[in-house]
Nanobody, 122 residues
Framework: VQLQASGGGLVQPGGSLRLSCAAS????????MAWFRQAPGKEREFVAA????????YFADSEKGRFTISRDNAKNTAYLQMNSLKPEDTAVYYC????????????????WGQGTQVTVSS
């Protein structure tokens, strides 16, 4: 499975971005998918996850109410809608997928995208 994250960019505080994670090489309709982020000098941290069916979603406490995760299995793509962005959301955002786990622990995921930079600044 290859994952391609896109949609990052520079946005002002309070703005919005939608990240996409397109999968290829295998259908990910039976894979759990997640987003993580890593800021300079910090460890990779969990942002959100979604079950293979889309019926279950999970968020880090700091993202609840601001971020939404969704997926379109027909397009083999997952999305992260980010609203009310803050400067502390600045990081490289990575998507991840795994057929057997859905967890907030990055080491549990087998497949990773290359990351997309999100910068929140005025």
């Amino acid at each position: 499975v290859q994952l391609q994250a896109s949609g990052g960019g520079l946005v002002q505080p309070g703005g919005s971005l939608r990240l996409s994670c397109a999968a290829s090489g295998d259908t990910v309709s039976r894979y759990g998918m997640a987003w993580f982020r890593q800021a300079p000098g910090k460890e990779r941290e969990f942002v959100a996850a979604i079950s293979w069916s889309g019926s279950s979603t999970y968020f880090a406490d700091s993202e609840k109410g601001r971020f939404t995760i969704s997926r379109d299995n027909a397009k083999n793509t997952a999305y992260l809608q980010m609203n009310s962005l803050k400067p502390e959301d600045t990081a490289v955002y990575y998507c991840a997928a795994d057929r057997f786990v859905l967890t907030s622990t990055p080491d549990e995921y087998d497949y990773w995208g290359q990351g997309t930079q999100v910068t929140v600044s005025s």
